[in-house]
């Protein structure tokens, strides 16, 4: 079948790669509840469901850095402004691990979406302060908790400096978007069948039915990439989920299996983001 010129695409890849491979691990502070309770009713605080959020930075973020680490490969973190205040030297670890770190709001059970622009805005603003203050590097990426971004996050993050939002799943790759402030990076979540929380922890499926997924997603894009329409895989680990002993091995089956293919690009989101720009301004040279 030939695909009509304006849906394909012309995204390309440094020396020529396949495939373009991430690692996000969101890093999470929560008020009430975390995403795991037994009896728990929603938005009342549940000591046991916020016990299991804790395990995030007491055991799990450590133990998928030192995995990543074995792998050689780098992340990107998504960061409550909560668990950036409450856990600076983590952050300050996870920037000299050579991860990037990006804005997931202040905590991860609240959503401003429906509150309007300007407390949206003072989110933002709260969130970026919180981890610049904790690491020194200001965050140029953004995920809003449960991608549930509203109608003005892209034009507000824009205007507060950040290049790229991950609120999206409408394509295999980043694309951009025009701004009152200039060109923005939507990066769509590629994550959803390779994702911790949706292969694992709600369906309540076993570990191999997450390498299964990841399996059959990564060599379906990465067919595509080797016919020439290299694509973007994501897989995400959340530190208080992905980082229990019972999922390492299969993560460590997951990395071990992308490592066996050739013309990959392990890069970061922010990398990618900044690739798409420059892309970008050199397609409105060109035009």
Sequence with gaps: MKIPKKYQSTWTLPNNAKLAFTVGIPFEAFLNQSQVNLIAKPGVKDAFSLSYGDYGWKVGVW????????????ASMSVNGLA????????????????????????????????????????IERVTKAIEQACGVRPV??????????DH?????????????????SDDIPFVVNTATGPFVILPRTNVSTNDITMWVFPKNPPSAFFESFKDTFDQLYAEGAAGSPKWLDLT????????????????????YVKQHDGIFYTRKCDLAAQALADHEDSLKRS
Excluded at 96 to 110: A, K, M, P
Aim: charged letters at 25%.
């Design 63 to 74: 133990r998928l850095m030192s995995l990543l680490e074995e792998f050689g490969v780098t």
């Design 84 to 123: 950036a205040q409450l856990h600076p030297e983590i952050i300050k670890v996870m920037i000299e691990q050579g991860h990037e770190v990006l804005g997931h709001g202040w905590v991860n059970d609240v959503y401003v979406k429906d509150e309007g622009p300007e407390k949206e805005s003072a989110e």
């Design 141 to 150: 990426g953004w995920t809003s908790p449960g991608s549930s971004g509203s």
């Design 153 to 169: 996050t892209v034009e507000l993050l824009s205007k507060h400096g950040y290049t790229w939002v991950g609120d999206d799943a």
């Design 237 to 256: 680990l959340h530190s208080h989920m992905a980082g229990r002993a019972t999922l390492i091995p299969t993560i460590r089956k997951c990395l071990e």
